[in-house]
């Protein structure tokens, strides 16, 4: 199964090599959709100028040497020297079977499988997630998806917030109030109540706060009772990380967790390798390495900070640390750091720095999948009003209160009312997030996010429960369905066209780290598919071609399910 586009690229590549000779045939064949045909080349008009001759006239000599035989229509040239291309019906038909009859729908595993590691997610100990949050946790997971389905081998690295100085106030006022107390407050996910009133008691009881300043020191001289003490919150936290995850249907699990604290036996040693190969040296009395090309507004070069002038560590070595672990001892060949655009500057400086360490060598690459804001109405970062961050918990909530509301009518029974609603709930929260490209900002809007018409989660999970009644009605299991299948009007061919495209997509999904292209494809699909449903008689149609459009309805619900789970999106069989 090939993608049309593909296809006609090859094609006329070919042409522009044989009607102008070798190396025109890497010339970009400019294959675009058109409303006059299927698609469209624009090939001839940028080798104008280079050629010094009409575009009609350099169109018509591509003409000329263009074999579409079996695959398209004769071409016309139309416009200043557009090429039509229009497939032939039994193309597509065919080409369409052979995706339906494809465990993997025509998907097509990476050329070379590569080892990722997919930074995402960014939690916390003793800290609730949040709004923000939730777009490096939904993206970063889409990411994985995709990669896995592609055959990638993809290493999942949450990398939790578990080391520093304000543990040893956390752990202070874990023993003031009891640990258990201390497991019930985390594990409900009372972070913040918790982290309050231990740094209201650091700052007006100097005994507690002398006593948390000693115990920073023994946790990280490797006290059994302060590494203890400092398990318990990690644990607690844990906890609250997991049901969360497992709520979101974020594949994240403790194993997958990245601890600053796992790093921490590597500091010293990174400090000292640097300072061995001389990129590191001592300014101020902090151990600095200072990667080539970045400056601050007074020219300055800008420093990463590997050792502070007190002896301490900070998250420029454990940054540095886990960039060398993941490219020397894991292996990794491709690095995501799926972070907010915050962060753009001292990532790019981590990497810079890992190249002239020599740790990121030619073989291997790192790059920043940055990720925009949610906003409130007045596009500044979503809050309360209260003026604090949004917890994703509460998101969650009322995603699901508001898409029961949505249903209600629908559904007698609680209990499916209840169920479906936690599905469309959940899915429209990720999907509003997913549909957007990462690095843009967006306004946070739960009426948006949970209509059921637009490029929406709902929409595309009520696309695929009226897919399944049409085999309800018709008493079949749409995955049984294999017959061959037939392009007899419009609407049908522009759905399997469509559906033609979903291994590129995935493959350019992968290659970009940007999983709104799926989103928009698969909102592409519904919405064929809805002109499909509307033009085209199904369970009606005449035996032969009914067999056939519920082929094509057949592979536009694998097509669907396919993508949207990669996309982390749950369906519920009905709506």
Excluded at 318 to 342: F, H, K, M
Excluded at 485 to 491: F, L, N
Excluded at 550 to 563: F, Q
């Amino acid at each position: 199964m090939a993608d049309p586009r593909d296809v006609l690229a090859q094609r006329v590549s070919a042409a522009l090599g044989a009607a102008f000779g070798p190396g025109y045939e890497a010339a970009d064949p400019v294959i675009r959709a058109s409303s006059f045909a299927d698609y469209q080349s624009n090939a001839a008009l940028p080798l104008a100028k280079q050629l010094g001759r009409p575009p009609r006239d350099i169109a018509a000599d591509i003409i000329r040497h263009l074999d579409l035989a079996g695959v398209a229509e004769p071409p016309e040239v139309s416009g200043p020297g557009f090429i039509n291309l229009r497939l032939l019906p039994g193309w597509i038909a065919a080409e369409a079977t052979t995706e339906l009859r494809d465990p993997r729908l025509g998907v097509e595993p990476a050329a070379e499988s590569r080892k990722v590691v997919v930074d995402y997610s960014g939690p916390n100990v003793a800290k609730e997630l949040h709004v923000g949050h939730l777009r490096a946790t939904v993206v970063g997971d889409a990411i994985v998806r995709v990669l896995e389905h592609l055959g990638h081998t993809v290493i999942r690295a949450a990398h939790l917030g578990d080391w520093g100085t304000p543990f040893g106030m956390l752990i202070e006022h874990a023993l003031d109030i009891g640990e258990d107390a201390t497991r019930k407050q985390l594990v409900a996910g009372e972070f913040t109540a918790f982290y309050q009133a231990a740094r209201a008691e650091f700052d007006s009881q100097p005994g507690f706060s002398d006593r948390a300043r000693r115990r920073v020191a023994l946790l990280q001289g490797g006290d059994p009772e302060s590494r203890r003490l400092w398990q318990v919150l990690v644990t607690a936290s844990m906890e609250y990380l997991t049901a969360i995850y497992r709520r979101l249907g974020v594949t994240l699990t403790e194993a997958d967790m990245a601890p600053e604290s796992f790093y921490n036996p590597m500091l010293a040693d990174v400090g000292a390798e640097l300072q061995d190969a001389g990129l590191a040296v001592i300014s101020d009395g902090a151990l600095c390495v200072f990667p080539a090309g970045f400056t601050g507004r007074d020219g300055a070069p800008l420093p990463l900070m590997l050792r502070k002038s007190d002896g301490g560590y900070g998250y420029d070595t454990t940054d540095a640390a886990a960039i060398r672990y993941r490219l020397t001892e894991l292996r990794a060949q491709r690095l995501i750091y799926v972070v907010g655009s915050e962060q753009s500057q001292h990532l790019q400086m981590i990497f810079e720095l890992a190249r002239e360490a020599g740790w990121l060598t030619d073989g291997a690459t790192a790059e920043h999948a940055v990720i925009g804001l949610v906003t409130g109405a007045d596009g500044k970062r979503l809050k309360t009003r209260t003026g604090e961050q949004v917890k994703l918990a509460t998101l969650i909530e009322e995603a699901v209160e508001r898409a029961g509301r949505v249903i209600a009518d629908r559904y007698e029974d609680p209990e499916q009312r209840e169920q479906i609603a936690e599905a469309v709930g959940v899915g429209a929260l990720k999907y509003g997030d997913l549909s957007v490209a990462r690095d843009s900002s967006y306004i946070f809007d739960y009426d948006r996010m949970l209509a059921l018409t637009g490029n929406t989660g709902p929409y595309l999970q009520y696309a695929t429960a009226r897919i399944r009644s049409i085999f309800r009605r018709a008493g079949l299991d749409p995955d049984g369905v294999m017959a061959p299948i037939q392009i007899t009007a419009d609407a049908e061919r522009a759905l399997a066209l469509h559906l033609l495209r979903f291994g590129t997509v995935l493959q350019q999904v992968a290659g970009t780290a940007q999983p709104h292209l799926l989103a928009g494809f698969l909102f592409d699909v519904a919405s064929a598919f809805t002109t499909f449903y509307e033009q085209c008689p199904v369970l009606q149609a005449e035996p032969s071609v009914r067999d056939s459009r519920l082929a094509l309805s057949a592979l536009t619900l694998r097509v669907l399910l396919t993508g949207l789970d990669l996309l982390g999106i749950p369906v519920p069989e009905r709506m």
